[in-house]
């Protein structure tokens, strides 16, 4: 009888500390829940829907990433602190377009060759429609000035605080003492790592591929105008003539090419052969991605910015032989793009970018440039029943190539690096996702 008396207590104690364990299981989950959900450095998924790998630091105001990067002067502070200006012109051009393809022009010091493209730009129909973002590569007065004078469309100046042309004693510009030319390091006990072929750097031809690699970085990530496009941004420079009907083809080519060409990376105004104007006919052209008026969307982006090691590694000063001999290849398959088969864009630059500053016409013939704009220039010439002609075997650098140097002091290839990590947070742009080290 004493026995069976027993079970129902014996019962009732472990339902009470099946019940107590429960309560404490849920009781933890619930505070673990919140704290994690006030924990200040949980951050939230990107709602990026073209892509999503990365969090940029301007979701986090009170990040920052300067830890890397070279102490800056006090212009290269009031630069930077001038990128953060909304664009002008906003009460001329209020609305931008839905669909609008934001163009972003990158500027040396040839303020004859400025000129120009401003000129052509001013006659490009559409152009009131988009945001004009001109980079610039340091300060220059006068390619200020210019770009001071645009009044047909929104336009946005931003500077690459970290210029070389902004440091006249110490890196990133010419520190006392970096060695020189083919200079030993040891017996001269100066500073800098030479190139593959004994040759230390030149911070005026350095310049150029930092520029570009900063531009991409801020345009893509850094800017509150652009940070959040979803669409495509077209790049041009200081000698890309453009003409009247580029906007108009390269929106139509944006929309045909997921259709006519879905293993298209980008969208082109010109051939890869700078000195083509094109085949003419009634057909698409798919090729290599050209370096004049190129266009491409935040997930290529994603896929450049994944390989920053390669690109700030390779010995060579250009960024687009950078891209063609070691980037693209690392993707795994052919980069085309696509493009019709008449010019947008005609390169008329007859010097380096270094060289021409000034007032002179040195570098264009009688200080003008003799292009001639056709009628049909004038309007959208691109067919959507068109097929696309692909061109499979251009010449390009081949398996091997090393570079052509001018790149190899371990302070420009770090400084590369932190470009790519100063819009993103520590822990993701250190993992496998981008190769930054």
Same mark, same amino acid.
């Given at each position: ?16 500390? /099946?019940? @107590? ?25 990107? @709602? ?47 609305? /931008? ?23 052509? /730009? ?159 006919? @009634? ?46 290849? @690392? ?107």
């Amino acid at each position: 009888m004493a026995a069976n008396c027993k079970k129902p207590q014996l019962r009732a104690a472990a339902s009470r500390r /099946l019940l @107590s364990i429960v309560s404490v299981t849920v009781l933890g989950v619930l505070l673990l829940i919140f704290l994690l959900r006030t924990n200040s450095d949980f951050v939230e998924p990107p @709602s990026n829907k073209v892509d999503n790998t990365f969090n940029p630091i301007s979701d986090v105001p009170h990040f920052t990433a300067k830890s890397n990067l070279p102490k800056q002067n006090e212009l290269s502070i009031k630069l930077e602190e001038r990128n953060q200006l909304p664009p002008r012109n906003v009460d001329l051009f209020p609305n /931008l377009a839905k669909d609008h393809i934001v163009i972003v022009l990158y500027v040396h010091n040839r303020p004859q060759y400025l000129k120009v493209v401003v000129e052509s /730009l001013s006659s490009v129909v559409g152009i009131k429609e988009t945001l004009l973002i001109v980079s610039h590569d340091g300060y220059f007065e006068e390619m200020n000035k210019i770009v001071d004078g645009i009044k047909f469309c929104q336009v946005k100046q931003i500077y690459a605080p970290y210029s070389p042309h902004l440091f006249s004693d110490g890196f990133p510009g010419v520190s006392s003492n970096d060695c020189k030319d083919k200079d030993n390091a040891t017996e001269k006990h100066c500073t800098g790592t030479p190139d593959q072929y004994g040759n230390h750097r030149s911070s005026k031809i350095v310049s150029l591929k930092h520029h570009w690699w900063w531009m991409m970085n801020t345009v893509w990530d850094g800017l509150e105008e652009t940070r959040g496009h979803t669409g495509h941004i077209l790049f041009i420079e200081e000698d890309h003539f453009i003409l009247p009907n580029a906007y108009r083809n390269l929106q139509i080519l944006t929309e045909l090419k997921p259709k006519k060409c879905p293993d298209c990376y980008a969208a082109n105004l010109a051939p890869s052969d700078v000195n083509s104007r094109g085949e003419g006919g @009634s057909i698409l052209i798919a090729e290599r991605m050209g370096n004049v008026g190129y266009t491409f969307n935040r997930t290529v982006w994603r896929k450049i910015h994944r390989k920053a090691r390669k690109f700030c590694f390779f010995d060579d000063y250009n960024w687009d032989i950078t891209m063609w001999a070691t980037v693209y290849p @690392s993707f795994g398959a052919p980069v085309y793009t696509v493009r019709g088969p008449r010019t947008s864009a005609i390169h008329f630059g007859k010097c380096g970018l270094h060289q021409g500053q000034g007032d002179s016409g040195a570098c264009i013939d009688n200080g003008v440039v003799g292009i001639r704009v056709e009628d049909s220039d004038k309007v959208a010439n691109i067919k959507s029943e068109w097929n696309v002609r692909v061109f499979k075997h251009q010449q390009g650098y081949k398996a091997g190539f090393r570079g052509w140097g001018g790149w190899g002091d371990d302070r420009d290839r770090r400084l590369c690096l932190a470009f790519a990590r100063m819009y993103h947070l520590t822990n993701t742009a250190s993992s496998g996702r981008v190769e930054t080290s």
